[in-house]
């Protein structure tokens, strides 16, 4: 069996997902926006954007040893954590600030019902995943 | 010199890790390295701008042969906000 590396791996992926959304957009023309064109451009551009991420990540980390070992380090470092965990809990909060400021603009605008209910329940589903993963945390820990 | 990190308003942590560092003759790098942690951790910690976990702080007094309350110095009662 060939053994392909992952960065040789994240160029195929790169080729392989450029081409199906090329496919697909020439598929919305021919055929319109059907469900299987849709759900194949997003899965196409999922791919596109995770293979580019991982390849400028590839390019970003040095190659040496010490690079690897102080990357290492940065990864574990609790005051980084405590940093990307502060900017995580502080994003989640202004998310939810844009997401009420939204829902309730495009209430103003008139939307269709439907669509603010979608925006609504995200609000809904924020809250009840941070409420559910504090209970799991404190009871973890 | 002592950094000194407010908790609360009212209490504050100060710790001796700048001078200790100082008095071994060693780089904040070479303290980091040796603690596996960032140079900016060790940098936070002198300036009192960060608290280290308890395992930090363990590591470090074991690196300076000391104990933690050696370096780490807990104060109730301060209402100077820093």
């Known amino acids: 069996m060939i053994q392909i590396n992952g960065k040789v791996r994240n160029y195929i992926l790169v080729g392989i997902s450029a081409g ?9 023309k021919l055929y319109g926006r059907d469900t299987w064109v849709i759900v194949s451009l997003t899965i196409a551009l999922l791919m596109f954007g995770s293979s580019v991420d991982n390849i400028l990540e590839h390019f970003s980390i040095k190659e040496s ?31 939810l600030y844009l997401n009420t400021a939204i829902t309730l603009i495009l209430s103003f605008m008139g939307v269709e019902l439907w669509m603010i209910c979608l ?22 820990y | 010199m002592e950094s000194k990190l407010s908790i609360r308003g009212d209490t504050s942590l100060k710790n001796r890790l700048e001078m200790l560092r100082k008095q071994k003759g060693i780089k904040q790098e070479e303290l980091a390295e040796a603690l596996e942690v960032s140079r900016q951790t060790i940098g936070s910690l002198e300036n009192g701008r960060y608290n280290p976990s308890i395992i930090l702080a363990f590591k470090i007094a074991r690196y300076f042969n000391t104990t933690i309350e050696e370096i780490f110095i807990y104060e109730e009662g301060n209402n100077d906000t820093n």
């Open chain 1, 65 to 95: 040893i010490e690079a690897k070992k102080q990357l290492e380090i940065e990864m574990k470092d609790e005051r980084n954590s405590f940093i990307r965990e502060k900017a995580g809990s502080k994003t989640n909060l202004y998310m």
């Open chain 1, 20 to 28: 199906i959304i090329v496919g697909c957009l020439f598929a919305v």
């Open chain 1, 119 to 140: 925006f609504g329940f995200l609000i809904l589903a924020q809250g009840i995943l941070s409420i559910s993963l504090y209970n799991y945390y404190d009871n973890r």
